[in-house]
């Protein structure tokens, strides 16, 4: 007889919460649902306000595409070789659907032209503009560089990679945006909010 | 908000203000998505044969069985009162597992042992008595034995996201009773 010196098994399974993203992975690519639904519930509360940014504020859109990139991720897992953490990797299967998503709309993509801003923004009203419906007004193409730039923290390089265009494009494109975003939210000279 | 360039090749002279800056980090970055996406995704990829039918689909069901192994664990803990008088049917159970028996299936060996561990731990009950330290060592020894067989049944079924389940409970369970007991000597004895 002996005296345990140890309550923990030598194998220790570990709860979804304490499972790393390969643990989940792992048990996904097995077909394991709730191995699917913790990593699904550990990676969507911030994938979902970054794809809603992206398609401009539309709700259902966005559910579209979230939908559409985790069926696509998870489709894609013997191919993923974890050169980038999952949530990056997630983040730009995301990205590139809300790009076809705009191109099937047969809507404008500027990303790619860089010295063709079109756009205007609109009138600044007396009354200040949320930020986010400021962003969402943006044209796809300024609002996508923004976003990827301004609040999800990506370089100019990270940004010129992940689009497939020029770096200065990258830099063109965020210099567009925040222009139009600041005649946006500044309120008119001569408004009460500016008196 | 300011304007400083106008030379859309170079952000550097475009940086945000402090002010703007704030504003942009103010943005929330996590949102709990609509409560039934999470459903259709796992319908669709279900019927794209990317995932096959759970034992447990929802986290309600998942903590319903956590909730049960623990209420298990908890009862069959208060039950073995009296651990030393376990010595005597612990070595019974032993015997029956290691018995010459080798005709015996392995299905049965488990079964004739399961029924001697339940019978043992409702004699203990019926024993009665047992102050408050007798209670803990008799949950310890009790907790022990539980996590030892889900262990091994994890080791034999490593998929089944139900005996994971259970284990993980357990082992939350045994960790408590690791705090509790650093400070006083363990009770539990292991063959």
């Known amino acids: ?195 | 908000m300011n304007d400083p360039t106008n030379d859309p090749a170079n952000d550097a002279g475009d940086s945000l203000s402090p002010a703007e800056q704030a504003r942009l980090d103010e943005l929330p970055r996590r949102r709990t998505p609509p409560a039934d996406l999470e459903d259709r995704i796992v319908s669709d990829l279900k019927a794209q044969g990317l995932l096959e039918k759970s034992r447990w689909t929802r986290p309600a069901n998942a903590w319903l069985i956590a909730a049960a192994a623990a209420a298990v664990a908890l009862f069959t803990g208060g039950m073995v009162v009296g651990q030393r008088v376990t010595v005597r049917d612990t070595s019974a159970v032993l015997a029956a597992v290691m018995g010459p028996d080798a005709r015996a299936s392995r299905a049965a060996r488990v079964q004739e042992t399961g029924s001697a561990y339940v019978r043992a731990v409702a004699a203990l009950s019926q024993s009665g008595g047992g102050t408050q330290s007798v209670d803990s060592d008799g949950l310890e020894a009790a907790t022990v034995a539980l996590h030892a067989a889900a262990l091994e049944l994890a080791r034999a079924a490593p998929d089944d996201a139900t005996i994971a389940l259970v284990l993980a409970v357990l082992q939350e369970r045994l960790a408590r009773v690791e705090r509790e007991g650093a400070t006083r000597p363990r009770a539990t004895i292991w063959f």
């Open chain 1, 1 to 195: 007889m002996a005296e345990v010196t140890s309550l923990r098994g030598v194998n220790s399974i570990p709860t979804p919460e304490q499972s790393t993203d390969r643990d989940l992975v792992r048990l996904v690519q097995h077909g394991d649902e709730a191995g699917f639904r913790s990593l699904y519930r550990r990676h969507t509360p911030a994938l979902y306000p970054f794809v809603l940014r992206l398609v401009g504020g539309d709700e259902p859109a966005a559910e579209d595409v979230v939908q559409d990139t985790w069926v696509r991720a998870v489709r894609g897992l013997p191919s993923f070789r974890w050169d980038a953490a999952f949530r990056t990797w997630l983040h730009g299967i995301a990205l590139n659907r809300v790009r076809e998503m705009v191109r099937k709309q047969g809507r404008r993509d500027e990303i790619g032209l860089p010295d063709a801003p079109t756009w205007t923004p609109p009138a600044p009203t007396a009354v200040r503009v949320d930020l986010e419906r400021a962003i969402a007004s943006l044209p796809d193409g300024y609002r996508t560089v923004l976003i990827l730039h301004d609040v999800e923290g990506f370089s100019h390089p990270e940004i010129s990679s992940r689009l497939g265009v020029a770096v200065g494009t990258s830099r063109s494109q965020l210099f567009h945006a925040r222009k139009a975003l600041r005649a946006m939210l500044e309120p008119p000279q001569g408004s009460p909010e500016t008196t």
